[in-house]
């Protein structure tokens, strides 16, 4: 019987509707709690399963002899361009095989290409950058990229000309649908950035269609596929205005459930989005008539395609259309169009996040019919577990061996230890007592038995005890548990592994809280934030058992990956497989039960075994899951988590591969790390078992991207075979994608490095190997504790096969032992050579031990410059004695530098002081570099760096906290809030909130910490980098965080004419909104007033009206108070030394920073060097390197006081990426309505002073500047792409792009009434530029007409009128 392309789509949503018309039930533990009434309307729920076909396929599924591509023209592209050619398809023959097709609206949801967009080393890649004039830097204007972030800018840019110039082939609109600003997320990976991600979120008319969303993957230059999801057309009159608001919304939530919500209290900000659906699901169910309506696009592909096709289900020969217009009801056949049925179907909804009376860890969520009020999901949100030194549990608390059994004095890594935060190995500087709690730059525990403190002299040890949950050793506070001791360390190592594995991911830059203890039993879960269970009904204590840390800190990372958001149809199997590789362990969990196995397991005593053999003998498949799941993500997702765990443990070490177990791991940790981080789907589990893998993105086809090696995937990859294998096994690989094959990798290291020196020193460890045939480069990799190499590793670097083969990991305990493999790597990432075996080595401190202030040293050349001496202290260890042998060096871009020291010393039992003195001659020049101390002695040698500046600068200066924010007592250059402002209110929290001058509390409460918004720094400097100076223009540089795409954002930027600090009278600089999500630098300009005492604000806002203190439920308001030198004050001859940085040291920020510094610091992100000649670096280097280790051959941007005593080490880098990684669940407002874009003039200084007299700035909206660097187009379009002219524009959006209604205020918690505005002033005596307004607006306070911009003063009120 001859079936037709309705029938078939009919066929396919009949099958995916199997499984979604049955509701989900709350399971036995949500009875009784706000989540009881959760539920998904089955048309919502049905269209997160793909439904697609290979264009291949529809011939026999159609019952039509052949379906041909014809060579149609693309009305886009050059005249005479194939849609072969256009998409580089190849040859018709072939097309057909590398396109798949939506079966609900015929658009294309996957292709398959090798097409050159940008140069690489891609199959039939030609493309140059050595033709285009790139200015991707200063010093080669026509080179390659050198950063992850340039080659992410020019990514952007190929991808989104290509999809312009191939909308007609796809029948889509990607020019008004895809690519707006903040609503793109990349990552790119490999030291080199070999392989590119994309994935852009769909709007419409200005409103995210959920769910919907354009992929991309470069590979080596090539575009190697695209998918499109969930993408049907929306009617051009789709109404995007809502009928009701969000609290009528919310309104609606609580009927359905039938509980009373807390006013003003939500899980997230209220937005309007576009919710797709599967529209005629039921009716599919009891009808075979079913029809489809196409998109129409003039000389589409698709379009002709579609013409070739029967037009209706049920119709006889005679009966079908003659047409393409009426095939596919065009707008003159309006009689078959009335028979349409949509199969994707599209709602104006609200997504609310209600709280609810009587909610505990729950955070609800819903969609509602912004028209009808109709409730379409309610879900809790929550991703349950379900069912210095100290002791800690390495994997479980069950007894089981020694990773089941407490290990003492085990490193506390990246531990904040006074000012200062602890190396890999737990190590910091100082003698004295110091303080430390278990909160570091990445992780803060919060423990519920009770708060942590601990202070110590000589090192810091929290010890371990006996019992669980509350016990402690009897020091340290009551919070000194297992799970806090347990769970700090192996979170901050998974951490420490995924940052290597992904060293751009801004999610992996912040600190997590995680909550211990809680008194509950049976249980772990994440939602933002992750949290642990005591001991009790048949369970052990959560929070002391290693994997499941993992799992839920996996849940993390699937939601705050490319994809921002948990894997459909189960983030669970991502979850598992991160802990998995970690632990090297199947058991999911083990000892989370405390006397029985999980349901089928031989031997695991855990929640779950992702390995077959260790239960029924049997691939757990599809089909088992369509047949036993239901609804249960935890035992859906065991279909993929077991595909990706038997192609480590089984396919890749079997013929032909025959990896060893390092091997193997290490090839699936990339694979996984990079892959999942595009998957939003990792099988339809509505289709058909066996090609459930046949769409865009699916887990399959992202394994095989990533493991490609030249930029196309018909010619097969490294390592097919054995994924396809895996996959299919467990029926959820895609046969028909590609011929399965296994190649490339021409001439791979076939053999072992052999590491043939290993020389360990205090706290470092240094490996030397001898060279591999064929290695292009090796990979260095180390773990620890007592699984030696069989776990996860963190990827310290690569090294070239030009370079000396040695490699000196630093930062260790001395004492611990660690454990490398080195890996040789061939002409692609994704080709392996086996590892060297597992070597083992044993930090120590040698006969002697030395050590010196670690401080930087800093000559401003402005003034007379003294030699800086330091003394190093030399102690023998166990009494040995005999001679240390000592030299110096110096090196850097510096002249003029010197440096002594004694030639040796001799050591009999005792310790001695050796001077190193550091000076800076009268003829020295600017640069940075370091002074190398080497003492050599007993058969040991050992070294000391410091980093050495030279320049004509004024001293930074940071802030302590004095009377209500963060202040600078002393003048100079610029200062600093460091750390001081971090967080929100109670959200972070920031430290002596509300850090306001007058003491007003403007913060809201709502939200989380570093998901919603906060004003984490405030910097003001001078320009010159000279002293600032009165009546001088300074630049503001604000770290915030920004919610979703920070498009609803706001800072407003205020100082104070006032000289009294403690009564400000603040005048507007300007607002801004950030140019995208998570952590962004703002930065503006204004010139100080007379006088020496100042203060600066800041105001971060969602949404509302410009203000000084909006306290509105999301915002933050915080002062920074400086002093400024007089003008008079001579430069030339100052009246004494510089002023060190304040005597209350405080951790500086790692946040980056955009102006020379003279704090350490390890953050080079956006940092320029404290050299005003020495060019900024946008970002880290390629080379993922996490752990202290080779010593850099840059400095890292650093800001160090002229006083060792006073300045702090600098916390590890938190700098963000330019990708953050964050929700997209808050209103969107419209920048045209926004302060900073309409309503507030636009205005921004000139780079250079002008000398021009103030301007009053333009009321017309200004484009925001684009941060990607310019590209010219090539004269060869053989070598540079025809769509790469430039980098595409941060254009404002206006506001007919996005018409919708959304509330403009936020909730507030303080009723009181408080003034929005102020007054502002031009300075009359301004030799710049100034973006302060020269007369007050509306509301703001007045004292005459004059003052008004419409010369309006209500004198009663004391504000402009008009």
């Not at 992750?530 to 058992?545: A, H, K, L, S, V």
């Not at 497989?577 to 089928?600: E, M, Q, T, V």
């Not at 000196?808 to 660690?818: C, F, M």
């Not at 590890?1212 to 808050?1226: A, F, G």
Request: hydrophobic share 30%.
């Amino acid at each position: 019987m001859m079936m037709k392309p309705k029938q078939l789509a009919t066929l396919l949503l009949l099958q995916a509707s199997a499984l979604s018309n049955a509701l989900v039930e709350p399971n036995a533990e949500k009875i009784g709690t706000v989540a009881e009434r959760e539920f998904v309307d089955p048309a919502v729920s049905a269209v997160s399963s793909p439904v697609s076909i290979a264009m291949a396929s529809l011939p026999a599924l159609m019952g039509v002899a052949n379906m041909d591509v014809p060579q149609v023209d693309n009305p886009f592209g050059p005249s005479g361009t194939s849609i072969n050619d256009g998409l580089g398809l190849g040859s018709a023959s072939q097309s057909g095989k590398k396109i798949s097709v939506d079966a609900r609206s015929g658009i294309p949801a996957f292709v398959d290409l090798v097409k050159p967009i940008m140069p690489g080393d891609g199959v039939g890649n030609s493309l140059t950058w050595s033709v285009g004039a790139l200015h991707l830097h200063d010093d080669d204007p026509h080179g390659p990229p050198q950063t992850h972030k340039e080659i992410q800018d020019i990514a952007l840019v190929a991808v989104e000309n290509w999809f312009h110039e191939n909308d007609g082939y796809l029948g889509i609109d990607s020019r008004s649908q895809l690519f707006q600003q903040g609503r793109t997320r990349m990552a790119v990976h490999g030291s080199t950035g070999e392989m590119v991600q994309l994935s852009a979120q769909r709007t419409f008319k200005g409103l995210a269609v959920k769910g919907s969303r354009a992929t991309a993957t470069i590979k080596k230059g090539n575009l190697i596929n695209i998918g499109l999801e969930q993408w049907g057309e929306i009617d051009e009159d789709f109404d995007v205005e809502p009928s009701i608001t969000a609290d009528e919304a919310i309104e609606a939530v609580a009927d359905h459930a039938g509980r009373e919500v807390i006013e003003g209290k939500l899980d997230c900000k209220s937005e309007l989005v576009i919710l797709s659906m599967v529209k005629g699901l039921q009716d599919a169910t009891t009808t075979t008539t079913t029809s489809t309506k196409i998109p129409k696009v003039k000389n589409d592909f698709f379009s002709k395609l579609r013409g070739q096709l029967p037009a209706r289900v049920g119709s006889d020969a005679e009966d079908e259309a003659e047409t393409e217009d009426e095939a596919f009801g065009s707008e003159n056949n309006k009689q078959d169009s009335s028979a349409v049925n949509e199969y994707y179907d599209y709602m104006l909804v609200w997504k609310v996040c209600p709280v609810f009376v009587g909610q505990q860890q729950e955070m609800m969520e819903a969609y509602v019919n912004a028209h009808t009020s109709q409730v379409y999901s309610f879900v809790d949100t929550v991703d349950y577990f379900n069912n210095a030194r100290g002791s800690v549990y390495p994997t479980s608390n069950d007894g089981e061996g020694a990773d089941g059994s407490l290990q003492a004095d085990w490193p506390m890594p990246y531990m904040y230890v006074g000012s200062q935060t602890t190396t890999t190995g737990g190590n910091y500087e100082g003698p004295g007592s110091m303080t430390a709690t278990y909160r570091g730059p990445y992780v803060d525990m919060v423990d519920n038995c009770g708060t942590d403190s601990l202070t110590q002299s000589g090192g810091i040890n929290w010890g371990g005890s006996g019992g669980t949950d509350c016990t402690t050793p009897g020091f340290g506070g009551a919070g000194n548990t297992h799970s806090s001791r347990s769970g700090f360390y192996e979170l901050n190592k998974i951490m420490e592994i995924a940052r290597s594995r992904l060293p751009n991911n801004s999610w992996l830059q912040g600190r997590l809280r995680s909550n211990m203890n809680i008194n509950n039993s049976c249980n772990a879960y994440w939602n933002g934030s992750i949290n642990f269970y005591r001991e009790g009904n048949g369970c052990g204590n959560t929070g002391e058992i290693a994997a499941i840390f993992d799992h839920e800190w996996g849940h993390g990372m699937d939601r705050y990956d490319v994809t921002s958001g948990i894997a459909d149809p189960s983030g669970e199997g991502i979850a598992d497989l991160y802990s998995a590789l970690r632990l090297n362990d199947s058991c999911i969990g083990r000892g989370f039960y405390l006397s029985r196995k999980c349901s089928g397991c031989i031997s695991c005593t855990g929640v779950r075994d992702i390995d077959y053999m260790k239960k029924s003998g049997s691939p757990f498949t599809h089909s088992n899951a369509k047949s036993s799941c239901g609804s249960s993500v935890h035992c859906i997702g065991v279909v993929y988590s077991e595909a990706v765990w038997d192609l480590y443990k089984r396919h890749l070490q079997s013929p032909p591969y025959n990896y060893d177990d390092n091997t193997a791991m290490e090839i699936v940790t990339r694979m996984t790390y990079i892959g999942a981080g595009n998957v939003a789907n990792w099988f339809s589990l509505n289709g058909t078992p066996g090609s459930s893998g046949c769409f865009s993105n699916s887990g399959y086809h992202a394994y095989l991207a990533a493991d490609d090696d030249d930029g196309n995937l018909n010619n097969g990859t490294p390592h097919m075979n054995a994924i396809f294998t895996a996959f299919n096994e467990h029926q959820i690989a895609c046969p028909t994608s590609y011929d399965v094959k296994d190649s490339g990798c021409p001439n791979n290291p076939n053999s072992p490095p052999i590491v043939i020196q290993v020389i360990s020193s205090d706290a470092q460890v240094t490996l030397t190997w001898a060279s591999v045939n064929n290695a292009v480069k090796y990979e260095v990799l180390r773990t620890e504790g007592v699984h030696q190499c069989a776990q996860g590793k963190v990827l310290l670097g690569e090294v070239s096969a030009s370079d000396q083969l040695t490699w000196t990991d630093t930062g260790l305990q001395n004492g611990r032992e660690y454990y490398y493999i080195i890996v040789p790597k061939g002409q692609s990432d994704s080709c392996y050579g086996p590892s060297s075996s597992c070597i083992a080595a044993i930090p120590s401190e040698g006969p002697y031990l030395m050590s010196c202030p670690n401080d930087s040293v800093v000559f401003n050349l402005k003034y007379t410059t003294s030699p800086n001496t330091r003394q190093c202290t030399i102690e023998a260890s166990s009494g040995w004695s005999g001679t240390v042998n000592f030299a110096c060096s110096t090196s850097g871009t510096f002249s003029g530098v010197s440096c002594t020291v004694p030639s040796s010393i001799y050591l009999s039992g005792n310790s001695a002081l050796v001077d190193l003195t550091i000076a800076a001659g009268t003829s020295a020049t600017e640069g940075d570099g370091t002074v190398t101390l080497t003492a050599t002695g007993g058969g040991y040698s050992t070294i000391f760096s410091t980093d050495v500046l030279a320049g004509n600068y004024g001293i930074a200066q940071m802030a302590s906290y004095s009377n209500g924010s963060p202040m600078c007592a002393t003048y100079g250059a610029s200062c600093d809030s460091g750390t001081l402002l971090d967080g929100r209110g109670t959200r972070g929290p920031e430290e002596n909130q509300p850090n306001t001058r007058d003491g007003v509390d403007c913060d809201g409460d709502s939200g989380t910490y570093h998901s919603d918004e906060s004003l984490d720094r405030l910097v003001v400097r001078s320009l010159n980098g000279d002293d600032m100076i009165e009546g001088t223009t300074v630049e503001i540089e604000a770290t915030v965080w920004a919610w979703s795409t920070g498009s609803s954002d706001t800072l407003d930027l205020y100082y104070s004419n006032s000289n009294d600090m403690s009564n400000p009278n603040w005048q507007h600089i300007v607002s801004k909104t950030p140019s995208g999500g998570g952590q962004q630098i703002i930065t503006a300009q204004y010139q100080l007033p007379e006088g020496l005492n100042h203060v600066i604000r800041g105001n971060f806002r969602y949404s509302g009206s410009r203000s000084y203190c909006s306290r509105g439920s999301w915002d933050d308001a915080d002062d920074l108070a400086f002093v400024v030198r007089p003008l008079a004050l001579d430069t030339d001859s100052p009246t004494g030394s510089p002023t060190a940085s304040p005597s209350e040291s405080r951790v500086p920020s790692s946040e980056p920073s955009l102006h020379p510094s003279l704090t350490p610091s390890t953050s080079p992100s956006r940092q320029r060097s404290a050299l005003p000649s020495t060019k900024p670096s946008s970002e880290p280097s390629l080379t993922p390197s996490i752990s202290p280790s080779k010593k850099p051959s840059l400095k890292p941007s650093t800001e160090p006081s002229l006083n060792p005593s006073l300045n702090p080490s600098m916390k590890p880098s938190s700098s963000p990426s330019s990708s953050p990684t964050l929700p997209t669940s808050r209103p969107s407002v419209s920048p045209s309505t926004s302060p900073s874009q309409s309503v507030e003039p636009s205005f921004e200084p000139s780079d250079s002073p002008s000398s021009s007299p103030s301007t009053m700035p333009s009321l017309l909206p200004s484009s925001t500047p684009s941060l990607a660097p310019s590209l010219q187009p090539s004269a060869n379009p053989t070598f540079w792409p025809s769509y790469l002219p430039s980098l595409r524009p941060s254009e404002s959006p206006t506001s007919s792009k996005n018409p919708t209604r959304v509330p403009t205020t936020s909730p507030t918690k303080n009723p009181t009434s408080f003034p929005t505005t102020a007054p502002t002033r031009f300075p009359t005596n301004s030799p710049t530029k100034s973006p302060v307004q020269s007369c007050a607006l509306k509301n703001e306070p007045c004292v005459k007409k004059d003052d008004c911009c419409k010369r309006k003063c209500d004198k009663k009120k004391k504000i402009c009128k008009k």
